[in-house]
């Protein structure tokens, strides 16, 4: 049971509820155990186990058991492919990166 003190929820398919209390994102099991806090300006959908946030202006990345892997540094991030890759810019250079499970390469 999700407690009803968001603004909003997104329900997903990959089993997570992304939820906005007090404009701010977070995510949620749909059993309602909180993974990620409200504390994000959006979360994108969990591509795998990674999904890209944005905080202010800049973008990072999260890990589905709630670890922020990269901060907020990106100006532009692309969507997550099943492989891992993504690409990402830092002022008006684009670079691609892999996230994989227990590591990036950039």
Same mark, same amino acid.
């Given at each position: 049971?999700?407690?009803?003190?968001?603004?909003?929820?997104?329900?997903?398919?990959?089993?997570?509820?992304?939820?906005?209390?007090?404009?701010?994102? &977070?995510?949620?099991?749909?059993? %309602?155990?909180?993974? $990620?806090? #409200?504390?994000?300006?959006? /979360?994108?959908?969990?591509?795998?186990?990674?999904?890209?946030?944005?905080?202010?202006?800049?973008? &990072?990345?999260?890990?589905?058991? %709630?670890?922020?892997? $990269?901060? #907020?540094?990106?100006?532009? /991030?692309?969507?997550?492919?099943?492989?891992?890759?993504?690409?990402?810019?830092?002022?008006?250079?684009?670079?691609?990166?892999?996230?994989?499970?227990?590591? $990036?390469?950039?």
């Amino acid at each position: 049971i999700i407690p009803f003190d968001f603004q909003t929820l997104h329900f997903t398919s990959d089993g997570m509820v992304q939820v906005q209390k007090n404009n701010k994102w &977070g995510c949620l099991r749909k059993d %309602g155990q909180t993974v $990620i806090a #409200p504390q994000y300006d959006y /979360i994108f959908p969990f591509c795998g186990v990674f999904a890209g946030i944005k905080a202010g202006t800049l973008y &990072g990345f999260v890990h589905i058991n %709630g670890e922020e892997i $990269i901060s #907020p540094r990106f100006n532009e /991030i692309g969507q997550i492919s099943p492989d891992g890759t993504v690409r990402v810019r830092q002022g008006t250079t684009w670079e691609q990166i892999v996230l994989f499970e227990n590591q $990036i390469f950039e």
